[in-house]
């Protein structure tokens, strides 16, 4: 089974579909990826109430 990293241009939609309080459903499918990888990014790299994808993406590498 492959996977791969969220890109950054990935996250930073992420963020975007957030602020605009579009669902996790409504976001996965809009990227192509499951709602699972999605809650899961949020989980792993969400500070204090805050996802930033720039951080996010230099936390991946």
């Known amino acids: 089974m ?3 990293h ?3 241009d ?3 939609i992420l963020l975007q579909l957030l602020k605009k309080q ?3 459903r409504s976001i ?3 990227l192509g990826r499951n ?3 999605i809650s899961r990014e949020l989980s792993r790299n ?3 109430g805050s996802y930033n994808p720039y951080v996010a ?3 991946a590498y």
């Open 46 to 48: 969400t500070v204090n």
């Open 22 to 24: 579009y669902s996790l």
């Open 2 to 4: 492959s996977y791969s």
């Open 6 to 8: 969220f890109t950054l």
């Open 10 to 12: 990935e996250r930073i």
């Open 57 to 59: 993406t230099s936390l």
């Open 35 to 37: 709602a699972s990888s």
């Open 28 to 30: 996965s499918d809009i």
